[in-house]
């Protein structure tokens, strides 16, 4: 369930344009992970359906060294029913931008109406 929340928040991402690729690898603990078409860098959405860890990694070309992970970060009890997911929704879209794109500033991105609609997620 937890997985595919997460995976809902991703495509809306990718809806929006903020990463072009969501590539599942179907392994424990889940790993997706989330690049953006002319960038090097990716990140890492990994979950075992209690918590969350996001890892950031960037390719530098100038000295051929690749993947330097930048600090990740975890969140935890993501599977509690009071679980703020549009505080993490919005965590996420800003360390994508820090990690992929190498900066802060995050894109306004509507994702509230997708959390708040009635689906079978929740059921």
Same mark, same amino acid.
């Given at each position: 369930m937890i997985s595919t929340r997460?995976? &809902?928040? /991703?495509?809306c991402f990718r809806e929006e344009g903020i990463v072009d690729e969501i590539k599942n690898a179907n %392994?424990?603990?889940n790993k997706i992970t989330l690049k953006k078409n002319g960038f090097d +860098? @990716?990140? &890492?959405v990994l979950? +075992?359906?209690?918590?969350i860890r996001i890892e950031g990694y960037n390719f530098i070309n100038d000295d051929f060294r690749s993947d330097?992970? /930048?600090p990740g970060k975890n969140y935890y %009890?993501? +599977? =509690?029913m009071t679980y703020d997911w549009e505080n993490f929704s919005m $965590?996420?879209?800003? @360390?994508? &931008?820090t990690s992929i794109y190498d900066r802060k500033d995050a *894109? $306004?991105? #509507?994702? #509230?109406?997708? *959390? =708040?609609e009635p689906s079978s997620l929740t059921k």
């Open positions: 997460v995976y &809902h928040i /991703l495509l %392994s424990y603990p +860098n @990716y990140v &890492h979950t +075992n359906g209690r918590t330097i992970q /930048l %009890s993501v +599977n =509690d $965590e996420l879209l800003d @360390y994508i &931008h *894109l $306004e991105v #509507k994702i #509230k109406g997708v *959390l =708040d």
